[in-house]
């Protein structure tokens, strides 16, 4: 993985599914304030001198939607942490199939130098916060990471409102 350390407020049950589902594809964006204020609940604050950068869609997805789900909840998040938002460091320059019906290697695959960083580093500290609805095999945030260390970042964190993991897994995991 490209990031140094992933959050997650909540794991992808039912009602956060929903709550996904409304904010992602039925347009309830006041949904992103619910998911930042979770988020900054469960993750430790980040540095003042640390960016959010908000997982781009792409250009069609982009324009179909209207907007972008991770970028409505770094906005929220801003209010919250009271640190810069940048939306336009990291492009996504190639359409991605959904990943939701795809196996984990086929994810990898799929989003695979989907992103480029755009600008340089402006940032003292160099550190970027990655900020997504859910994380499910960690395939895009991963590639994207990708894309601002090679830009120079020096150090990326993710932090996402859901977590998709299997009952078993989660069960293991806390084990």
């Known amino acids: ?17 929903e709550i996904v589902h409304h904010l992602k594809y039925e347009g309830f964006t006041r949904l992103a304030a619910v998911a930042a204020a979770s988020i900054a609940q469960h993750a430790s604050p ?6 959010l950068i ?11 939607r209207g907007y972008n789900q991770a970028e ?19 492009r996504r320059f190639r359409e991605t199939a959904s990943q939701t019906s795809l196996t984990p290697q086929e994810r990898v695959e799929n989003v695979n130098a989907a992103f480029r960083a755009i600008h340089p ?15 499910t095999t960690g395939a895009t945030l991963s590639a ?4 601002l ?4 970042w020096r150090e990326v964190h993710a932090v996402t409102f859901a977590r998709a993991l ?4 989660r069960v293991e995991s806390q084990c």
């Open 1 to 17: 993985m490209g990031f140094a350390h992933a959050t997650s407020a909540v794991w992808l049950g039912e009602e956060a599914r």
């Open 46 to 51: 980040p540095p003042v001198e640390a960016t």
């Open 121 to 135: 580093v402006t940032t003292a500290t160099n550190v970027a916060i990655l900020v997504d609805d859910v994380f």
């Open 72 to 90: 409505e909840i770094a906005v929220a998040l801003r209010k919250i942490w009271a640190i810069p938002v940048a939306k336009d460091v990291i």
């Open 144 to 147: 994207a990471a990708s894309a």
């Open 166 to 169: 299997t009952f078993a897994v």
């Open 54 to 64: 908000p997982i781009p869609l792409g250009v069609k997805r982009s324009f179909e």
């Open 149 to 152: 260390l090679d830009a120079g």
